[in-house]
């Protein structure tokens, strides 16, 4: 049973895996972003897919979340840890912080969102009521009691469309509907997922203060600079659970 995790933004390759292989797949939804990349890690198998491509192309709004879904359950994998870059809403979740959302609030549109949308399929309406997979999720918080960074053990993940980032008056609202954190890809990701049955968890790692949370214009470059410091707390979050799991 092997494991996948989803390469975020800062995160387009697992440092120590060692590669037996890279496969691109045709899916009935197209390409995949990037190879799936094949590998033993801690001698266990895992996949790897970077999210935004190899070389980091691809924005939140036109990634191909139905072939990169359908492509990981299409290899045999069973649980899939996503990482994600997110802003901070909640005013305890600061940059450099990773959060193990345990719900989310869907704001994006016109993606192309489900694979259950064509007529040859009885009509289905999946549970979501518990968006992220516990067993995965208990997993990686067991895993952070090792990491040193202040790791949140839930919060809300607010997926938003993109690729601007949004007005105060966005973020004011998202916090009143009880949105902690503010990302671009987490749907409908999580949502394709619980539709193969894959269990699905993330780890999001916090990279700004939400926008009107800051004093300062949010800068690509700030982004970037939070990211080269705390992706090594990522990195270690994922050794420590591959390796127990
Ligand atoms: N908003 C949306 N997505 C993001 C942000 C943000 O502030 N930071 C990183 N991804």
Request: charged letters at 20%; a negative charge; glycine letters at 8%.
């Amino acid at each position: 049973m092997s494991i996948a995790i989803i390469g975020g933004t800062g995160l387009t390759d697992l440092e120590g895996l060692e590669i037996t292989h890279r496969q691109m797949l045709h899916t009935p939804y197209g390409e995949t972003s990037s190879p799936i990349i094949h590998g033993k890690y801690c001698g266990k198998k895992v996949i790897f897919l970077a999210r935004h491509g190899s070389q980091h192309t691809i924005p939140p709004h036109k990634i191909n979340y139905r072939a990169n879904i359908w492509s990981l359950k299409e290899v045999g994998v069973k649980n899939v840890i996503a990482i994600a870059a997110v802003g901070g809403i909640h005013p305890d979740m600061r940059s450099k912080d990773l959060v193990i959302p345990h719900q989310l609030i869907d704001y994006t549109a016109s993606r192309d969102h489900t694979f259950f949308d064509d007529d040859s399929h009885p009509v289905t309406h999946i549970d979501f009521t518990h968006p992220y997979c516990d067993n995965l999720r208990q997993q990686l918080l067991m895993a952070a009691q090792q990491i040193e960074c202040t790791v949140h053990n839930h919060g809300v993940y607010g997926a938003t469309q993109g690729p601007r980032l949004e007005t105060a008056a966005e973020i004011n609202r998202m916090e009143q509907d009880g949105c902690d954190v503010v990302g671009m890809t987490g749907m409908p990701e999580a949502a394709l997922a619980r539709e193969l049955s894959l269990c699905y968890a993330t780890c999001a790692l916090v990279v700004n203060p939400a926008a009107g949370r800051g004093a300062a214009e949010i800068t690509m470059s700030d982004i970037e600079a939070n990211i080269k410091d705390s992706i090594v707390y990522v990195r270690h979050l994922l050794a420590q659970v591959i390796c127990e799991y």
